[in-house]
């Protein structure tokens, strides 16, 4: 599996799914989620309210993923994952790795060949970039051996200077 870091708009990327740094609601918010919906259009939002109406009626745990039409982007499927919120006083690193590992996971399943992932809980969420970053890379580089020759491509869209170089520092490391 190769590894890319392409920073930039995760919305224009060309990849067969997206990952969608989502909040549990599944309906849009803020940041990549919020973006990911506005470029996608209505028929996204449409997707995740008939999840939350049949197989999520509780939302989308933490650390999971699910995969939904992509809309109008030019991803065929974007796939939903809840990245935890950083906390100093409880170690959730586990949680966030389980994000990566179950959207490759998600991809294999409905036949994606490359995948998109933004730097899931970097923003909002509070998580430190390098520790972001390091996770992200470790875990979809120990993704390859379960996935298989599935996925030939990951895409890493850092959206910054300093997310890019944290990315950068782990892939080339």
């Known amino acids: 599996m190769e590894i890319i870091v392409r920073p ?9 799914a997206i990952v969608n740094a989502a909040n549990s609601s599944l309906l849009g ?10 470029a996608a259009g209505p028929e996204l939002l449409a997707a ?3 999840l939350r109406e049949t197989t999520l009626p509780e939302g989308l745990p933490a650390g999971r993923a699910v995969a939904t039409t992509a809309g109008d982007l030019p991803a065929r499927w974007v796939i939903h994952t809840v990245g935890p919120v950083h906390s100093v006083r409880e170690d959730r690193s586990e949680t966030l790795a389980s994000c990566y590992r179950e959207s490759l996971r ?3 399943r409905i036949g994606a060949a490359s995948v998109a992932f933004p730097a899931i809980s970097a ?9 972001a970053a390091r996770i992200a890379v470790q875990t979809v ?4 051996e379960e996935v298989g020759e599935q996925i030939r491509s990951v895409v890493l869209v850092p959206f910054g200077e300093a997310a890019e170089r944290a990315f950068r520092h782990w892939v080339d490391a």
């Open 8 to 16: 930039g708009d995760i919305t224009r990327e060309r990849t067969d």
């Open 29 to 38: 918010g803020g940041g990549v989620d919020g973006a990911i919906h506005r």
């Open 48 to 50: 995740c309210r008939r």
């Open 106 to 108: 998600e991809a294999a």
């Open 123 to 131: 923003g909002v969420y509070g998580w430190p970039m390098d520790d």
């Open 141 to 144: 580089r120990a993704g390859t």
